[in-house]
């Protein structure tokens, strides 16, 4: 299992379009933890069922999102933009 940690502007429906997008990917997610850091900011975990191909994929879609700003897996795949 590989854990993504997500960071999301637009409170809840980042959220709702984030695990959309997984669920609509087909993506075998295991567990979704979601904190508030801030008023405005969102710290999504997701851990998945899938192999490093598939988590790579996943990022892909999700960085796609305007509301994400970064993601991070724990094998190693990461992607950031920066937010204006």
């Known amino acids: 299992m590989i854990v993504l940690k997500v960071h999301a502007t637009s ?3 980042a959220i709702v379009r984030i695990v959309n997008t997984l669920k609509r990917k087909q993506f075998k997610v295991h567990q979704l933890i979601m904190e508030e850091c801030s008023s405005d900011e969102y710290k ?3 851990t998945m069922n899938e ?10 879609h999700v960085r796609k999102l305007e509301d ?4 991070e897996s724990l094998g190693g795949v990461c992607y950031e933009k920066n937010v204006l």
């Open 11 to 13: 409170g809840l429906s």
């Open 44 to 46: 999504l975990l997701i």
């Open 51 to 60: 192999n490093e191909g598939r988590v790579k994929k996943a990022i892909q």
């Open 68 to 71: 994400v700003y970064n993601i």
